[in-house]
Each structure stands twice: as structure tokens, then as C-alpha cells.
């Protein structure tokens, strides 16, 4: 069995991205565009809930420190309707107290600012397993189950893909 891109698993879902710093919201931005299929942004706390609130995402990845709420008032209220979306947080902030209340709100993975790619590309990973509850092999049924990795059913033995893009043979 080819070995998994985890990141493939992101590749149709909505991520919100909320910094307040234009130029680093752009860059990260233009970088989540390269493994998922919406990226939105948001500058602000007021304009992070209501868009959390008016649309559904599948991963959200906050600033603390943005203005009028900050980010993990937003999330403590996006918690209180959504309880599994995989939150990434990126802050500057390295105390204590930031890390016990963004932990409280069951988040996936917090980075510190500046953070390196790769850092990043393994707190996407993470996210990635958590949306697929870490189990990159569904069964379905007996005779049927669905491989994330390869966007592919097995039925009575025989892969199935369901994506343009097919497997290698080897």
C-alpha cells in the first residue's frame, strides 16, 4: 500500500484563517491555498465569529492577539456550537496562561510566532488525522470500505477510485 499524504485529506475541505496583520494574513493565506480547497480570512474578532457563525468550516487556524475579541474569546464562543472542528493556533504569545486556555478549547495544535514551515506542515498533518478521526481506513461494510489517502472505495476486493486523479500503479 502507497504510504499516505495526510495532506491530500485536506485538499476539499474550508479553512478560516484569522490574523490581523494584513501581510502575514495574506502570506499564510497564499500558503493554505496550496492544501485546501476555500481559504477565507479575517482581520478581527467581530469578523472571525460571524463568519464562524454564517458558514461552515472544517478547520480554523487564529491569532490570539487580533483586535476587538481576541481569538480565543472567539473560539471559547464557537466552542459553545461547534465542539469538533480542529483549531491550529499561531501566536507570539508564549505564557503559560495563553496555552491553559487555547488547551481548554480542545485545540489540535499551538504555534508560536514566527513559526517555521514545517512546523506548520506538521500541525496540518495533525489537523488532517483529527478530521479523519485517525483512521485513514473507514469500513463501511463488510464487503465495502473507503481509504481518505487515496479517495478510493474497495468493493468486494476492487478499488474504486472517486477523484480524477488515480492512483499509480506499481
Same mark, same amino acid.
Given at each position: ?10 485538499? /476539499? ?6 490574523? /490581523? ?15 485546501? /480547497? ?16 454564517? /458558514? ?11 483586535? =476587538? ?23 507570539? =504569545? ?25 512546523s506548520l506542515i506538521k ?12 483512521h485513514p481506513l473507514f469500513?463501511?461494510?463488510?464487503? =465495502? ?26
Open positions: 500500500m502507497a504510504e499516505c499524504n495526510y495532506l491530500e485529506i485536506l485538499s /476539499d475541505k474550508k479553512v478560516l484563517c484569522v490574523e /490581523d496583520e494584513e501581510v502575514i494574513r495574506s502570506n499564510l493565506m497564499e500558503t493554505l491555498e496550496l492544501f485546501f /480547497d476555500k481559504v477565507s480570512g479575517a482581520k478581527d474578532g467581530f469578523e472571525a465569529l460571524e463568519q464562524a457563525m454564517c /458558514d461552515t468550516y472544517d478547520v480554523f487556524i487564529f491569532d490570539i492577539s487580533i483586535p =476587538h475579541l481576541d481569538g480565543l474569546e472567539v473560539l471559547k464562543r464557537v466552542r459553545q456550537f461547534n465542539k469538533k472542528t480542529p483549531i491550529v493556533i499561531l501566536s507570539a =504569545h508564549k505564557e503559560q496562561e495563553y496555552l491553559w486556555r487555547a488547551v481548554e478549547l480542545k485545540i489540535t495544535r499551538y504555534l508560536t510566532k514566527p513559526y517555521d514551515k514545517n500541525a496540518l498533518e495533525e489537523v488532517a488525522l483529527e478530521l479523519m478521526d485517525y469500513q463501511i461494510s463488510p464487503l =465495502h470500505s473507503y481509504d481518505f489517502c487515496r479517495k478510493a472505495m474497495t468493493c468486494k476486493g476492487e478499488m474504486v477510485y472517486l477523484s480524477k486523479k488515480r492512483e499509480p500503479t506499481s
